[in-house]
Every structure is written in structure tokens, then in C-alpha cells.
């Protein structure tokens, strides 16, 4: 038996949960691997809406849906995630089935760009409050670059105080590999959608 990657174990968790005509949400973009891969599994009738804040990373998103013909299903937007809950439909609240974080910067882009905490962790509250019952979050987390290590343990921080009553939250990471990308989940209790509710 093999163990898949945490990219690859990302992609079964969410993929558990989306149906043909379910909602997601890509909140960084960068080179479309997730956006691809979500845009496949939401089906024809599904929608997915995708976040980043450099060109570079949706033109080339852009391009492989249209090359894939998935191009119908999906939106980019230039625009942060922190900035999510004003730019998805409303009628999404409480709806979406599935959001991926990918932190850190493009690969092949600007490695000065990167994702920084004071506007992931926004994002991912809101990411929580807009959030099926039953739906999941993924956040891949790297601690290699400047600035990685402190977003990741900002990150870890505000997911071990989510109320375990209505969320489950689980961490996976390559134990035998330097600085291996660290994938954490949150999976969203099948009760209706209320407040997100952090303990202090
Ligand atoms: C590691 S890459 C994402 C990789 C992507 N999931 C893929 O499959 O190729 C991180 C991306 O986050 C983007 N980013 C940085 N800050 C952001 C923000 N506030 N909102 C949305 N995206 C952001 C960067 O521009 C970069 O493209």
C-alpha cells in the first residue's frame, strides 16, 4: 500500500464531498491546479468561484479551463479571499460544499508574493461561515519561505480553538521529509449553519 500525497489526500477529502451541482470555492488561484481539479468534480452544473490577487496566476488558470472546457464553471475573481463574503453570490452562504487554501507564493511567480496571516485568517472565518453542513475546508500550509512558519502557526492557532461541537479539525504532514507542506481540514458538523464560534 501506498500513502497518497498531502496534495493528493487534499483532493480525496474534498472530493468525498462534492456532488454533481455542488458549489466550491478556490481561495488561491495560482497556477489552477485546484480550481481544475474542483471545476472537474462540481460536474457540468456546478459552479466554482476562485480567489487570487495576481494576473499572472489567473490568466494562466484562465487558459487551462478554457483548454479543458471547463471554463463555464468556474469565475475568477482578482480579488483577496479575505474579501470572499462580499464577492460570492449571497445566496452561496451557508451552501458551499468545499473551499481549498493553498498558501504561500505562485511557483513559478514572484516568491515575494506570498499569502500572509492578517488577511488568510479572515478569509477562513468566513470560509467557515459560508460553509455547507457537511462541507469541508483544506488549508496546505508551508513553512519553507520567509514569513511561511509564522502564517502556519497563526493558522494551526485559530483551527485547534474552532468549537469542537461543530467542527473537526485533523492535520496530516510527510513526517520524514524537511519542511514537507502541512495539510490541515476542517470538516463542518452536519447541523444547520450558525455564527462561527471561536473559543478564547
Ligand atoms: C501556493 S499558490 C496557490 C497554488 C494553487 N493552488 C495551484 O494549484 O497552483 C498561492 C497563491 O496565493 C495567492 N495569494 C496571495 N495572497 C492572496 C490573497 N490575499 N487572496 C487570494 N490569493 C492570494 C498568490 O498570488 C498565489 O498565486
Known sequence: MSLPSTLTQAHQWVKGV?????????????????????????GVSGQVHG?????????RTGE????????????????????MAETLPPDWRGKVRA???N???????????ITHAGTTLPALEQSLEWL????????????????????AEQVMNLLKRLDARRFRTVCC????????????????????????????
Not at 487551462?64 to 479571499?81: C, F, K, N, Q
Not at 462541507?135 to 511561511?148: A, D, E, Q, S
Not at 504532514?173 to 449553519?193: D, E, H, M
Open 51 to 59: 480567489f487570487d490577487i495576481q494576473q499572472e496566476a489567473l490568466d
Open 18 to 42: 462534492l456532488n454533481p451541482g455542488s458549489f466550491a470555492v478556490d481561495a488561491t488561484v495560482g497556477n489552477g491546479n485546484d480550481t481544475l481539479f474542483l471545476a472537474r468534480a462540481v
Open 99 to 101: 473551499v481549498m487554501f
Open 173 to 200: 504532514q510527510t513526517l520524514n521529509r524537511q519542511q514537507a507542506p502541512l495539510l490541515t481540514a476542517v470538516a463542518k458538523s452536519g447541523k444547520p449553519a450558525e455564527i462561527l464560534s471561536v473559543q478564547t
Open 103 to 113: 498558501l504561500g507564493y505562485l511557483p513559478r511567480g514572484n516568491p515575494t508574493v
Open 64 to 83: 487551462r479551463l478554457r483548454e479543458a472546457g471547463l471554463a463555464g464553471r468556474v469565475t475568477l475573481h482578482r480579488a483577496g479571499h479575505e474579501q
Open 132 to 151: 455547507a453542513p457537511g462541507g469541508i475546508l483544506t488549508v496546505m500550509l508551508y513553512t519553507g519561505h520567509p514569513g511561511g512558519k509564522e502564517e
